[in-house]
């Protein structure tokens, strides 16, 4: 099975959604709930895309949370759609992480379609847009 970067964004996001509605965004949750999401999947034991998004997002939380709140304006971080924040979670730490900005912006606003409601994609790609202008 041919397993896409999409779709590996796409796991991470349900991992950080799952971890976040129930307040359980930390490293020992996430390695736990990666293992048993590649089990539930019969996926190899190899390490995945997805689980280096969730660890990373995990592990920069803070510093992506303040870029966030930056160029949210009249927004925060934790009032936005649980789903909408770990979009823009993932997107960022792409980003920092060397993924072309583009691509980025662009998984993240076709994630968006998929899983946020009506205003998501817009409300998405101009937080990234506002950010990487700086």
């Known amino acids: 099975m041919k397993i896409t970067r999409h779709q590996e964004r796409v796991w991470a996001l349900q991992i950080l959604y799952s971890l976040d509605i129930s307040s ?11 293992r048993e999401f590649k089990y539930k999947k019969v996926l190899d034991k190899k390490r ?4 280096d998004i ?3 997002v995990i592990n920069s939380r803070q510093d992506l949370d303040s870029i966030i709140n930056k160029y949210a304006i009249d927004w925060d ?5 649980c789903i909408d924040r ?4 993932i997107a960022l730490y792409e980003i920092e ?19 946020g409601d ?8 101009g937080i990234l847009a506002k950010s990487i202008e700086d």
Do not use: H, W
């Open 24 to 34: 359980e965004l930390n490293i020992q949750k996430a390695r736990k709930t990666c």
């Open 48 to 51: 995945y895309y997805f689980e």
């Open 54 to 56: 969730v660890e990373g």
């Open 77 to 81: 971080v934790e009032r936005m759609a």
């Open 86 to 89: 770990n979009i823009l979670r």
């Open 97 to 115: 992480s060397g993924l072309p900005v583009g691509v980025a912006i662009d998984e993240a606003v076709e994630i968006a379609k998929d899983f």
């Open 118 to 125: 009506s205003n998501s994609p817009k409300f998405i790609n």
